[in-house]
T-cell receptor, first 114, second 113 residues
Framework: GESVGLHLPTLSVQEGDNSIINCAYS??????FIWYKQESGKGPQFIID?????DKRQGQRVTVLLNKTVKHLSLQIAATQPGDSAVYFC?????????????FGRGTSLIVHP | DAGITQSPRYKITETGRQVTLMCHQT?????MFWYRQDLGHGLRLIYY???????DKGEVPDGYVVSRSKTENFPLTLESATRSQTSVYFC????????????FGPGTRLTVL
């Protein structure tokens, strides 16, 4: 389930299940969207991106869906593994002064139980 | 070493002291960014730079100063540290203006007593 508040939203799944992490973005003019994975004690790492002219993009075991109508982004992870346990951030990139500047969501903590 | 590095990795300082966090990248990426990460706030942009000698404010720039005299370096200075600046600081770089992926450093954990 998920919990909200001062702590990060958390998603707990069993190994082998599919995981879906959601993100709401705010700027309807954002053109690029990126998902990052952050393991404990490390910097965020790129997972997958999608441009606003697409609604779906697939990578290795991951799929990103973009719904511009409701400004919603989701990351689907197939056959979740313990190594997928991390905090996942979405980032929207909108133009500001001629540069694409990212704005990050709060993040979701994914816990995978073996 | 290739990549993006930050130093120091850990720093403890006192209120009122000046602190400089270093960031170095070896890819010659044009864009560099500084973020702070606090529980409940995610990553918040402090400053960014589009090229050498070009810097701009992000969401939370107050109390911080940056410079970029060389493409590969982007130091962040806290001129007079405050307890509210206790945080984990991440530097990132990006190749070009387009909003594609950023490459993050390992972070600096700063504690202001």
């Amino acid at each position: 389930g998920e919990s909200v508040g001062l702590h990060l939203p958390t998603l707990s799944v069993q190994e082998g299940d599919n995981s879906i992490i959601n993100c709401a973005y705010s700027n309807s003019a954002s053109d690029y969207f990126i998902w990052y994975k952050q393991e404990s004690g490390k910097g965020p790492q790129f997972i997958i991106d999608i441009r606003s002219n697409m609604d779906k993009r697939q990578g290795q075991r991951v799929t990103v869906l973009l719904n511009k109508t409701v400004k919603h982004l989701s990351l689907q992870i197939a056959a979740t593994q313990p190594g997928d346990s991390a905090v996942y951030f979405c980032a929207e990139n909108g133009l500001s002064g001629g540069s694409y500047i990212p704005t990050f969501g709060r993040g979701t903590s994914l816990i995978v139980h073996p | 070493d290739a990549g993006i590095t930050q130093s120091p990795r850990y720093k403890i300082t006192e209120t009122g002291r000046q602190v400089t966090l270093m960031c170095h990248q070896t890819w010659s990426h044009s864009y560099m960014f500084w973020y702070r990460q606090d529980l409940g706030h995610g990553l918040r942009l402090i400053y960014y730079s589009a090229a050498a000698d070009i810097t701009d404010k992000g969401e939370v720039p107050d109390g911080y100063v940056v410079s970029r005299s060389k493409t590969e370096n982007f130091p962040l200075t806290l001129e007079s540290a405050t307890r509210s600046q206790t945080s984990v600081y991440f530097c990132a770089s990006r190749n070009g203006q387009v909003g594609n992926e950023q490459f993050f450093g390992p972070g600096t954990r700063l504690t202001v007593l």
